[in-house]
């Protein structure tokens, strides 16, 4: 299993970014499907969970109405669409493969700086 996020960057307040997760060595289209972020000096904060085909979606409530998860099963690829971004999300965004147990496979994640 492998799992790799990008499109991660510095971006200005009130931004947007989206970023990638590119999935690989298992059925993609056979499993939920998260992002998880961790600010510095904080613990980890889950952010959003798709489902296999896509079409039932959860947010936490700090970034709802904001960020958007989306997937697409025929390029293996999760997506996370941020807007109106605030200094509070600033963190480093994994993605997550969801199990029965939990998330059992995390990738390395990608960086992301809100800041004027």
Known sequence: ???VESGGALVQPGGSLRLSCAASGFTFSSYYMSWVRQAPGKGPEW?????TGGGRTYYANSVKGRFTIS???AKNTLYLQMNSLKPEDTAL???ARVAFAGM????KGTLVSVSS
């Open 93 to 95: 965004y994994y993605c």
């Open 104 to 107: 059992d496979y995390w990738g």
């Open 1 to 3: 299993v492998q799992l």
């Open 47 to 51: 952010v959003s969970t798709i489902n």
């Open 71 to 73: 997937r697409d099963n």
